[in-house]
């Protein structure tokens, strides 16, 4: 991607992951229950300060087309459809293959998406596809 996309004039902005910035890289797995608080939500919205600002110079003073936003699939802070997940006997959350969203299921968003969206809203800026990125699991 990092090479096709430029060669047809898509500029990228990447996230810092909040999961890694916050718990570093080898982590247990975690839910979505378990990053939305508000202590990691506030570490979201920091994250993005910087986004935020690259978005509004991009969209609003030079009027470039954002055409989306490419999040992580499975993740609990960066997926679009988390949708409902099971609980362990530990309490930790795991994907369900049975409640994935559908038209008698609500998805949830992850938390971090959930926060993009709103900043953007903030901005009047809607419309902008999320896309997910399949991840190895």
């Not at 890694?20 to 300060?49: E, H, S």
């Not at 509004?56 to 030079?62: D, L, Q, T, V, Y």
Request: proline share 5%; hydrophobic share 35%.
């Amino acid at each position: 991607m990092k090479d096709y996309l430029p060669r047809k004039n898509i500029g990228v902005i990447q996230n810092e992951c909040p999961e890694t910035t916050a718990m570093v890289l080898m982590r247990n797995p975690q839910g979505r229950w378990q990053y939305n608080n508000i202590f990691f939500r506030d570490r979201c919205k920091a994250l993005l300060k910087n986004t935020m600002l690259m978005v509004r110079e991009f969209i609003i003073h030079n009027r470039y087309r954002l055409c989306s936003f490419i999040d992580l699939e499975n993740s609990p802070t960066c997926s679009i459809h988390w949708g409902r997940r099971k609980i362990n006997r530990c309490g930790i959350e795991y994907q369900n293959a049975d409640a994935q969203p559908g038209r008698d299921r609500q998805a949830l968003i992850g938390t971090m998406a959930e926060i993009m969206s709103e900043e953007l809203g903030k901005e009047g800026i809607s419309g902008v596809p999320f896309l997910e990125f399949p991840a190895q699991s």
